[in-house]
């Protein structure tokens, strides 16, 4: 097939309009055509358009590649899992976020025998709790926004982006497109499922995974690993009709960055674990409008709600970023622990909420820590999340500042209102997070104002903290055949600390499937 790239057109053509100036390049028509890539181009404001990559079938595709401009030859790519070997006993796989989901779909997809355990609920009996909490404080802590059906990224804005090139990212695609997601996944640069399409698909995945043999158990909880001479040989389970084993010679542990007393347990079963760097911060909302035309310049039905991506590194060794950004989005009471607080952003597929956020972040490295327990990480998030629902008033409302009055400054207007439920207490964030957190945001606001105007605006809404963005810690695994040291037991995507986001979980559950299959 060819590849036509660098394909313009005005925010007044449509696809119609595209296929024509396709034919025009071509001097004639094609037997298939579909869109490869669609991105927005705003670098200028007064020329903002639309830019599409097409991949047609034609009769002299040599010919004229040679003949037209920014035209290649390309052959499409369809993954294969290749055969291997064979088990007596079950692939238990623990926990059904991205990375263990696409683990047992790639398995049961290639005949093998899959059990996933999951702690939480069914998408459907968890969302009911979700918004139960996010109503009354009432917090079920193994049904909530990190524990359940579809992981953490269920409550998301279901960002698919990624800087990870891997071959296998098509694969993660085009399952998510038949299970659900919208077609455009396939080809927009900047990709989005929505928390209301991830609810479906999660569900169609698991139904699939049923329907080709394997087993989903949902209030499942794994509470210890069973060992012998330095092989995994099977897991306990504690579920709502008692506690049972389950014998098995390979576990897939696809955790989630947010199970604590399963971290704990595992540090004590010998597996080898490592301190890792991650990040802390808040969740800052603007007004969208204020967002789209900061990037856009003015609003457009076809450009929908802007997104924006930001960074810096301050002379201080620290650096601030925002991060999974949700366009026309709420920020969400993410906690998992009784007497905790944690915030989070989701948007659904339209992101037609009043209201942008985003995660504003301070790294934090191992020897910000204080102690060399490999799990002091984790507690430290622990401690700012007590902090901070202690400063709320103890019923899970969040700490929040207006920017104008973290930095000094005047705030003549209130447009923004905070959106999380179930709601906020003003307060003074610094009495939240550590001081090198709150010290770093405070220098970040100006610059990255200059970068996106109106990011600094006194009246915009910081909530605190943001704790969840990624594992305070690493389960050690082969570079090669993916193994801790503990023979059989497979760390696996986000929790393990393998992954960043709903995309690199999902690429690392596919290539944990074939470490199993004995590819590796």
Not at 256 to 269: I, K, N, Q, V
Request: hydrophobic share 35%; charged share 25%.
């Amino acid at each position: 097939m060819l590849r036509i790239s660098n394909i313009k057109l005005s925010l007044d053509e449509d696809e119609n309009d595209l296929k024509q100036k396709v034919r025009k390049i071509l001097s004639g028509e094609w037997k298939t055509f579909r869109i490869a890539k669609k991105s927005i181009d705003a670098r200028r404001k007064n020329d903002v358009h639309m830019v599409y990559s097409v991949d047609v079938e034609v009769s002299n595709e040599e010919k004229l590649c040679k003949k037209i401009k920014n035209v290649q030859l390309i052959t499409n790519t369809v993954y294969k899992f290749p055969n291997g070997r064979k088990f007596d006993t079950p692939i238990v796989i623990v926990g059904t976020g991205p990375a263990g989901m696409m683990c047992g779909l790639v398995l049961a997809q290639n005949g093998y025998n899959v059990i996933l355990l999951e702690r939480g609920k069914c998408v459907k009996e968890r969302k009911a709790d979700v918004e139960r909490f996010w109503k009354s404080g009432e917090l079920n802590s193994e049904s909530n926004v990190q524990f359940g059906e579809g992981g953490a990224g269920t409550f998301s804005d279901g960002k698919l982006t990624t800087g990870v090139n891997d071959f296998r990212i098509r694969k993660v695609l085009e399952e998510f497109y038949a299970h659900g997601a919208p077609e455009e996944i396939l080809y927009t640069a900047k990709p989005h499922i929505g928390t209301d399409n991830l609810y479906h698909m999660a569900e169609n995945i698991r139904e699939d995974i049923i329907r080709m043999g394997g087993k989903v158990c949902f209030s499942h909880k794994m509470t210890e690993i069973i060992i012998c001479d330095g092989q995994v040989r099977g897991v306990k389970v504690q579920s709502p009709d008692g506690e049972y084993e389950i014998k098995s010679n390979h576990v897939v542990l696809a955790i989630g960055h947010s199970a604590r007393d399963t971290f704990e347990m595992l540090r004590d079963s010998g597996l080898d674990m490592e301190q890792k760097n991650f990040s802390i911060g808040v969740r800052i909302e603007h007004l969208q409008k204020m967002i789209n035309v900061s990037q856009y310049g003015e609003a457009h039905e076809k450009l929908g709600a802007a997104d924006y991506k930001l960074s810096l590194h301050l002379e201080n060794g620290r650096s601030a970023y925002t991060f999974c950004m949700c366009p026309g989005g709420q920020v969400v009471a993410s906690a998992s622990e009784e007497g905790g607080v944690v915030t989070n952003g989701m948007s659904n597929f339209a992101r037609d909420g009043k209201n942008a956020n985003s995660a504003l972040l301070v790294n934090v490295t191992p020897d910000d820590f204080g102690s060399d327990d490999v799990l002091a990480g984790m507690y430290m998030q622990r401690d700012i999340e007590r902090k901070a629902y202690k400063i709320g008033g103890g019923s899970y409302k969040a700490p929040a500042q207006r920017v104008g009055d973290f930095l000094g400054t005047e705030c003549e207007e209130t447009e923004v209102e905070p959106t999380y439920k179930p709601g906020v207490k003003w307060s003074d964030i610094t009495e939240v997070l550590p001081a090198f957190v709150t010290d770093t945001i405070r220098e970040a606001l100006p610059i990255l104002d200059r970068r996106l105007h109106g990011f600094a605006s006194p009246d915009a809404v910081m909530t605190a903290p943001e704790t969840r963005s990624s594992s305070p810690v690493r389960i050690i695994r082969g570079n090669e055949n993916f193994q801790s040291n503990i023979k059989g037991v497979y760390p696996c995507g986000e929790g393990a600390g393998y992954a960043g986001g709903i995309t690199t979980a999902a690429v690392d559950g596919i290539k944990v499937a074939e470490a199993i299959a004995g590819l590796y």
